[in-house]
């Protein structure tokens, strides 16, 4: 069994030590690549401010490099008895290069290793979803330009309220998705500082250039005051819950949306067969079980923000045990939502849509109530006589509903804007940092 990092002189009671270690390991094998990248860009550094002689640093990084190849092949494992994904690095460079393999861990703790870990996973877990969410975007903003001209009701309070289009329902959430796409963008200016070299939250003797990491790792700055770094952990994972939740949100209440509109009741939306499922008794049933679950799911992430609160709100400055279970709840969390916008960009461009025969629905004829208000304002009626007309002939039963609809004005039915809502998308994608974060770590890795 290996020593841990912080090993005493003293056995540690098994049951303790696994009750300690809970998921740790199994889930730091996801941080196993940027634990290394962090690594290297340590020893770079320790090398320029002579702390490693430069062959030493040679074999480290070269070693370095390699355990990186086998943690994004799927080919690194944490062994039995290693607690976690630093003392496997650790671990490995020491069998295989000796005492230059113990000198890596000078100037740093293991709380900033995390630290930098997993704020170089959440970079590249954000660029995936920002990636993902931009691209659902585009492609409700396409079917709202495909079925502009097909009309639905519209509804509030569940009621029928005005006449509404596919146009405007899709290009609705595509447009949502862009307020989202800001606040991952506010948790990515988060994420991207560097906690490197804050040690156990309080700094190091050794002369560590900790903007000379900030380059090498490709983060925008560090997190100057090294108390403030260590803070940090609890805070980066709520922010980042923030965004996971509002963007589930979106994506929860479209589901709800496809759900209603699929329905017999409703029919404006049909699923091919093979996106439902059936039921075992009534042979007639093709349920919108995608969708449903799609829409659970979501909800399930509206809480997480909570579940940070909880884990961290009452925790003072320093680092804290409690912290090791915020990785339990966000990294499955941050899986599901992949997997969320990914089921929704597979099955909304194959769900059919049906446009309804509105004026010719009883059901619908009240939709027109404010054309006819608005016609009697154009010809110089006062509006609110205008609307008690209008009212009065509703409750006499003579309405006649106007079927002829001018909405031109931006966002309406006849003018819908998507090209604003295209460029407004590409506008905010265009101020997150990804390229300059790339090729600073395809530097270092070269």
């Known amino acids: 069994m290996a020593d841990k990092l912080w090993q005493?002189?003293?056995?540690?009671?098994?049951r303790i030590a696994d009750f300690t270690v809970g998921r740790d390991r199994e889930l730091d094998l996801e941080l196993a690549p940027f634990d290394i990248l962090g690594s290297i860009a340590h020893v770079?550094?320790?090398?320029?401010?002579?702390?490693?002689?430069?062959?030493?640093?040679?074999r480290c990084k070269a070693k370095l490099r390699e355990l990186y190849r086998q943690a994004t092949s799927g080919q690194f494992t944490i062994e039995d008895g290693v607690e976690d994904v630093h003392s496997q690095v650790e671990l490995m460079l020491t069998r295989e290069l000796g005492d230059d393999g113990k000198k890596i861990h000078s100037g740093r703790s293991r709380n900033?290793?995390?630290?930098?870990?997993?704020r170089l996973y959440f970079r590249q877990r954000i660029q995936g979803i920002v990636e993902q969410t931009a691209e659902l975007s585009r492609t409700l903003t396409e079917l709202s330009e495909e079925h502009q001209d097909k009309l639905i009701p519209g509804y509030t309070h569940l009621q029928v309220a005005m006449v509404s289009s596919f146009g405007l329902w899709f290009g609705a959430y595509g447009e949502a998705?862009?307020?989202?796409?800001?606040?991952?963008?506010?948790?990515?200016d988060t994420v991207d500082q560097n906690p490197l070299g804050s040690a156990a939250g309080y700094g190091s003797s050794f002369p560590l250039d900790?903007?000379?990491?900030?380059?090498?790792?490709?983060?925008?700055?560090?997190?100057?005051?090294v108390v403030a770094a260590q803070m940090g952990r609890g805070k980066t994972e709520l922010?980042?819950?923030?965004?996971?939740?509002?963007?589930?949100?979106?994506?929860?209440?479209?589901?709800?949306?496809?759900?209603?509109?699929?329905?017999?009741?409703?029919?404006?939306?049909?699923?091919?067969?093979?996106?439902?499922?059936?039921?075992?008794?009534m042979p007639h049933k093709k349920n919108p079980d995608v969708f449903e679950l799609l829409r659970g799911r979501c909800n399930l992430l509206q809480t997480l923000p909570t579940q940070m609160s909880q884990l961290t709100g009452n925790l003072p400055s320093g680092y804290h045990r409690d912290f090791q279970l915020l990785k339990e709840a966000i990294f499955p969390a941050l899986d599901q939502l992949e997997d969320g916008l990914a089921i929704a960009l597979y099955a909304l461009p194959r769900t059919k849509v049906h446009a309804q025969e509105l004026p010719t629905d009883p059901r619908?004829?009240?939709?027109?109530?404010?054309?006819?208000?608005?016609?009697?304002?154009?010809?110089?009626?006062?509006?609110r006589d205008a609307y008690k007309q209008v009212g009065a002939d509703i409750e006499a039963g003579t309405f006649t509903p106007p079927t002829e609809l001018r909405h031109t004005h931006l966002g309406s039915l006849g003018n819908l804007g998507n090209e604003r809502i295209a460029q407004k998308r590409e506008q905010v994608l265009g101020t997150f940092g990804f390229q300059r974060a790339d090729e600073s770590l395809r530097k270092l890795l070269s």
Do not use: H
């Open 239 to 281: 922010t980042v819950a923030f965004a996971i939740a509002s963007l589930a949100q979106t994506i929860g209440k479209m589901a709800m949306d496809v759900c209603l509109y699929s329905s017999q009741n409703f029919g404006f939306l049909q699923l091919p067969d093979d996106l439902t499922t059936g039921s075992s008794i």
């Open 364 to 383: 619908y004829t009240f939709l027109y109530s404010v054309e006819a208000v608005n016609n009697l304002v154009l010809k110089g009626v006062p509006f």
């Open 8 to 14: 005493k002189d003293y056995p540690l009671d098994q």
């Open 112 to 118: 900033d290793q995390v630290l930098v870990d997993l």
């Open 177 to 188: 998705l862009i307020d989202d796409l800001r606040l991952w963008k506010a948790a990515y």
């Open 44 to 58: 770079t550094m320790l090398e320029e401010v002579n702390l490693i002689d430069a062959a030493a640093a040679r």
């Open 210 to 225: 900790r903007d000379r990491t900030t380059e090498l790792l490709g983060f925008q700055s560090p997190v100057v005051n």
